[in-house]
């Protein structure tokens, strides 16, 4: 075992988030390879019906979780599940649970969120900033805590360029907006969040930021740190390639290129595609967790857990290899073929947007109609369209992340953490981006989109026809308008004159004429 693993046998760990993507993907790699870790404590709210257990139940029988009942037969015995609600001001766990995690408790791994751009500031605040503030009120009196682990993102301080491994000073305290949550209605906070946000794109990032000041101002004596992941993908490696299972980030935009919908986005070609794989991000956060509780840094210190930095990726050479793995790897029933042009400028996006989703949506929603279906094509673009205003922020710019805190942690692990930790980092090198494309692309379809991989050859035949429908329609096309043009043109009957006789009057004579 590991130094760092060995670290966590006997340990109780408390994360919240657990339900999550990340959430999942680190509680798995605990058991999988602390087999010995003593329990870990998920805050965890009853949803869409389901109980605690329930909730349990589904995470430990997915896939994500086969290798670990394999290792750890007795998982289900170490997960103690808790009720807990942090949109609630006292995070609504019953007093006998709040004794055992405050007896109990040895590391904290906080990475609940709400993640959603378009959150209203006020529910943006108490699950970002003011949940955050109770758990270190909480961890506070953890008479057995070793550390506590906070996952903030790497887009915080978004609105700068070159981002160091400090925390930024907000303009407003957190404290004064937390207090101004209390008695300002909602019609007020709508009109002051454009100014507290102020050059960040949405109420995430300036409250995700917000958080981290929150950490920085009352963590008093505990050991913090702080992990900032950039875009977080589907899995390199662990615990087996391409797995994921929520529609965030790239992912729900893969999904829309590959079915056809997608097919103009604003981006900067030349901009870097920050993204990193959702298990570097966990190994890195395992080993702060290790190294917070060993080595005690006197101050906060916070890592940046990105990809650019090693050797970036750019947008275009991203998309590019997106649509290379759909040539392998289709999804099924595609409404179009996938292709994606990145348009640069207001009046381009508007044209594609025209011509490649609104058109055919309206066309395809025209023949629903004939057939006595209902149209649906044009809500879905228009729903696309805003989720895609959602993001572009984010692949039109460009940022610069120091890692030296990062770097100086691997340095500190024994060298089998270290191959561990540095082998995920391998899609940061040129030539392995293409396979993690291709696997992300190969998990969307499998873990996602729920498709059987054996129906890839029916996928190849339907884009094939969706390829020869293209031609046929854009030939058609080009022969009506042409058509029209001759009736309606002299030049264009001129020129056609000229096309039709000009090889006839270039034919070489024959040797046998002359
Ligand atoms: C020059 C020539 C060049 C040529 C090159 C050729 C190039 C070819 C390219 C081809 C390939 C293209 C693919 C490339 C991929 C590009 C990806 C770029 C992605 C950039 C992502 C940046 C993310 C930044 C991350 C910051 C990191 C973090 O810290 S936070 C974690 C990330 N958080 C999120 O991602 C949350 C975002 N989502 C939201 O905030 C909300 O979902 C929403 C506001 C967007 C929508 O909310 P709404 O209330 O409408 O409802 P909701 O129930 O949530 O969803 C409604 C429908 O929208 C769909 N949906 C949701 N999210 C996405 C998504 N990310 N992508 C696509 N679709 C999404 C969802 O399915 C719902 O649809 P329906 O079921 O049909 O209703
Ligand atoms: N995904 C990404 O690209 C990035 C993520 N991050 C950060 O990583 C962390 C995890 O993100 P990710 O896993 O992607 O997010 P998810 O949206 O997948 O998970 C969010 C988690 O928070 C929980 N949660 C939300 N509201 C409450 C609540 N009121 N009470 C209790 N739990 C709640 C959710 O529980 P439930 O299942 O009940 O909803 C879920 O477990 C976040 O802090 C995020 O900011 C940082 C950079 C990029």
Redesign the pocket.
């Known amino acids: 075992m590991s130094m760092v693993a060995a670290f966590y046998s006997n340990k109780s760990i408390l994360i919240t988030g657990a339900t999550g993507f990340l959430g999942k993907v680190l509680m798995e790699k605990l058991f999988r390879t602390s087999p010995q870790l003593k329990v870990i404590y998920i805050l965890i709210r009853p949803k869409a019906g389901q109980t605690l257990q329930e909730r349990v139940f589904q995470i430990l029988n997915s896939k994500l979780f086969e290798k670990v009942k394999e290792i750890c037969p007795n998982v289900h015995e170490k997960i103690r599940p808790i009720s807990a609600d942090l949109n609630q001001s006292d995070l609504a766990i019953s007093k006998e649970d709040m004794q055992e995690l405050l007896s109990g408790t040895n590391i904290v791994f906080h990475c609940a969120?709400t993640?959603?751009?378009?959150?209203h500031l006020r529910e943006a605040v108490q699950l970002n900033v003011i949940a955050t503030q109770k758990l270190l009120l909480m961890a506070s009196q953890m008479s057995k805590l070793e550390a506590f682990i906070h996952i903030s993102?790497?887009?915080s301080n978004c609105n700068l360029k070159r981002i160091d491994e400090v925390i930024y000073p907000c303009p407003v305290e957190p404290r004064k907006i937390i207090d101004s949550m209390e008695w300002l209605d909602d019609a007020i906070i709508d009109e002051i969040t454009p100014k507290l946000i102020g050059d960040r794109p949405?109420t995430?990032?300036y409250t995700?930021a917000l958080g981290e000041m929150v950490i920085h101002q009352e963590s008093g004596n505990l050991n913090v740190a702080i992990i900032r992941?950039?875009?977080?993908g589907a899995s390199w490696q662990e615990p087996f390639p391409g797995w994921i299972d929520n529609?965030?980030?790239?992912?729900?935009?893969?999904?829309?290129?590959g079915k056809g919908f997608?097919r103009s986005?604003r981006?900067t070609?030349m901009a870097i595609?920050d993204v990193i794989p959702v298990d570097t991000v966990v190994n890195l956060t395992i080993a702060v967790g290790w190294y917070t509780a060993v080595h005690r840094p006197k101050s906060t210190l916070i890592y940046h857990s990105t990809s650019g930095n090693l050797n970036p990726c750019l947008?275009?050479d991203?998309?590019?290899k997106?649509?290379a793995a759909f040539e392998k790897i289709p999804f099924e029933r595609a409404f179009r073929r996938?292709?994606?042009?990145?348009t640069?400028n207001n009046f381009t996006t508007q044209y594609w947007n025209a011509v490649s989703h609104w058109a055919p949506a309206i066309i395809y929603d025209f023949y629903l109609r004939l057939t006595g279906r209902k149209p649906r094509m044009l809500k879905?673009m228009n729903?696309?369209l805003?989720?895609?205003s959602?993001?572009e922020y984010?692949?039109n710019h460009s940022w610069e992340w120091s890692t030296n805190n990062t770097e100086m942690l691997l340095s500190e692990l024994s060298p089998e953490d270290q191959r561990v930790s540095m082998e995920v980092r391998q899609p940061s090198h040129a030539n392995h981006w293409l396979e993690y494309i291709e696997n992300y692309v190969l998990g969307i379809k499998k873990y996602l989109l729920k498709e059987d991989l054996a129906g890839i050859p029916k996928a190849k035949e339907h884009l094939r026809r969706l390829r020869n429908i293209h031609y046929l329609f854009n030939t058609a096309l080009f022969l009506i308008v042409w058509r029209l043009l001759i009736a309606r043109s002299q030049t264009a009957r001129n020129v056609w004159f000229l096309i039709m006789t000009c090889p006839l009057r270039q034919e070489p004579k024959s040797p046998a004429r002359r």
Not at 229 to 232: D, E, M
Not at 247 to 257: D, Q, V
Not at 338 to 342: I, L, N
């Open positions: 969120a993640v959603r751009f378009d959150a993102t790497a887009f949405n995430y990032t995700k992941p950039s875009i977080v529609i965030n980030g790239p992912s729900g935009l893969i999904i829309a290129s997608l986005l981006a070609p595609a947008w275009h991203m998309g590019l997106v649509l996938p292709y994606v042009d990145f640069t879905l729903r696309l805003r989720t895609i959602m993001l984010f692949i």
